[in-house]
């Protein structure tokens, strides 16, 4: 339909359910670090399960409440982002991401968060964008800081997780920040 060139040879385009073999085979190859912090990696473990995750996100999008892009190196899925929340009524939506080792390393994932953020600031006029990480997710973090986001806070033993409870730090940028604003 449309791809965004984040570097050469790279490349952000919407992830649909028709995809979820390619999906369920990129999460599998990096089942290892994003199963540790992605709630949607623990479910998808299958066909079935994988396109249901990708449907989930379908709906979101028909809903305007959230949406899912991969990152594609070289042809191959490597990783995502996603708008996890997206509410225009009050402004304000937080931005995920996962990658398997391939796409790591190489930008793309920060690349791919700075469209996102084009997007939901300038295309879409919302006034803050967080991000939320386990406070173990040194990789999540630095895109944060990268990217130009202010740590608001830790909250302490908030989400449960694979049987553990994890502090999460929440991130945020607001549009007043943005370059061009």
């Known amino acids: ?31 290892a670090g994003i199963d540790a912090f992605i709630p949607f ?31 594609w190196w070289g042809g191959v899925l490597v990783g995502g982002c996603m708008f996890v929340h997206f509410d225009a009524a009050t402004g304000t939506c937080e931005i995920g991401v996962w990658s398997e080792p391939a796409g790591q390393g190489r930008g793309l994932v920060t690349a791919a968060v700075r469209r996102l953020l084009a997007y ?19 990789r999540s973090r630095a895109v944060a800081q990268r990217v130009g986001m202010t740590l608001d806070g830790t909250l302490r033993e908030h989400y449960p997780y694979r049987g553990v409870r994890h502090d999460m730090e929440i991130w945020s940028l607001l549009a007043s920040e943005w370059p061009g604003h």
């Open 1 to 31: 339909m449309y791809a965004v060139p984040l570097a050469p040879d790279a490349e952000l385009r919407p992830l649909e359910p028709w995809q979820a073999e390619e999906f369920l085979a990129n999460i599998d190859r990096g089942r």
């Open 41 to 71: 990696a623990t479910r998808s473990t299958d066909l079935e399960s994988a396109r249901a995750t990708l449907q989930g996100y379908a709906d979101r999008q028909a809903r305007d409440t959230g949406r899912i892009y991969g990152i």
């Open 120 to 138: 939901a600031f300038e295309e879409r006029g919302m006034q803050r964008v967080e991000w939320w990480n386990s406070t173990v997710n040194e």
